[in-house]
């Protein structure tokens, strides 16, 4: 802050507000602290009995919040996402443009909040969110900004901090398995779960077969559905240890790049992913037939984005993996799935 001469002071920032009164007419704000002084205002000014006035440097020296606001807008938007065409305050919005999943830039926002003077918060990293959603926020925290400190953030941040990945429809192959259903000892209750969890995404059913415990009926059924066009198979039943559960195994054989059998989520400690190129494929634990929420919403979520998983992301959820079933469930409105 320094005192300078008004007729000094076009492209100066007000260090605060300028009262009008008017008697019998008027009394209130002529000038807003953080007003960018222009070349018309200086004669209001002067009239108003200001002859010097205390400003913020700009410049070469600061940044005034709006357009901070701007270059925050500039390094945070990514791919499906807008920012706000008014900035109030020097503060800036993010909202996407799509259905998707959220991905978040996190070991970049957390260096560029540990700068100081500045805040970028956003919904938790891998969020499924809707088109015109709002999903993050940015703004610094003085008038005016240190330029060098704005120039940091420009020279830190070389991908941006929020994007969206938008779902995609697959055509979705169930391979319904165990010697139970198949001879009609006990009722399927999976299909109805399945179908309606992928009907989510607006995904087509190609097929479901139903197969006893043997290896060479499930690896055939599952070429079968393959060549009907099938870009996704879903595997139920038998994952469990059991000398009789063989869909792991069956999975396994069909080859392809096994990403894991097993997931620290609970419910869903069973689950199995694995890609057969750039087919995914599932195996469900017996939770998923009973449990509102479980490591298959997690995990579908993602890979109706395209996003092919490691052995790394999966694991990753031992962090807030472990469902509270609640009473009334408001996934994705919680903290399941959420890594901190």
Request: charged fraction near 25%; hydrophobic fraction near 40%; aromatic fraction near 8%.
């Amino acid at each position: 802050m320094k005192l300078i001469k008004t007729v000094d002071a076009e492209g100066y920032v007000l260090q605060h507000d300028i009262t009008q009164i008017l008697p019998g007419e008027f009394k209130g704000r002529a000038f807003k602290k953080g007003h960018i002084i222009t070349k018309e205002d200086i004669p209001k000014l002067l009239s108003l009995g200001k002859d010097h006035i205390y400003v913020f440097e700009l410049g070469d020296v600061g940044v005034h919040e709006n357009d901070a606001a701007i270059i925050l807008g500039n390094v945070g938007r990514g791919k499906y996402v807008a920012t706000s065409s008014e900035i109030k305050e020097g503060k800036i919005n993010f909202t996407s443009l799509t259905d998707g999943i959220l991905k978040i830039n996190k070991n970049k926002l957390l260096e560029l909040n540990m700068l100081g003077e500045m805040s970028f918060a956003t919904l938790p990293n891998n969020y499924p969110i809707k088109k015109g959603q709002h999903i993050a926020s940015a703004r610094v925290i003085p008038l005016v900004i240190d330029k060098k400190k704005m120039d940091k953030v420009q020279e830190i941040i070389k991908r941006p901090l929020v994007s969206v990945r938008p779902f995609k429809t697959y055509k979705v192959g169930i391979i319904i398995t165990g010697n139970e259903v198949f001879y009609g000892r006990i009722e399927d209750k999976f299909s109805e779960v399945i179908k309606r969890k992928v009907g989510e995404y607006n995904c087509s059913i190609v097929g479901q077969l139903f197969c006893p415990d043997d290896k060479e009926i499930i690896k055939q059924s599952a070429q079968q559905l393959l060549r009907q066009g099938a870009d996704m198979l879903i595997f139920t039943g038998g994952m469990s240890v059991d000398p009789d559960d063989l869909t792991p195994t069956s999975i396994i054989e069909l080859g392809g790049e096994l990403v894991t059998y097993g997931a620290p989520v609970l419910p869903g400690s069973m689950f199995l992913l694995s890609y057969l190129g750039d087919i995914p494929m599932m195996g469900l634990p017996g939770c998923v037939m009973f449990a509102g929420r479980t490591i298959f919403d997690l995990v579908l979520s993602r890979i109706m984005t395209g996003e092919k998983l490691t052995k790394k992301d999966i694991m990753s959820y031992g962090n807030g993996g472990l469902c509270q079933n609640c009473e009334l469930c408001t996934y994705p409105n919680c903290g399941f799935g959420k890594q901190g």
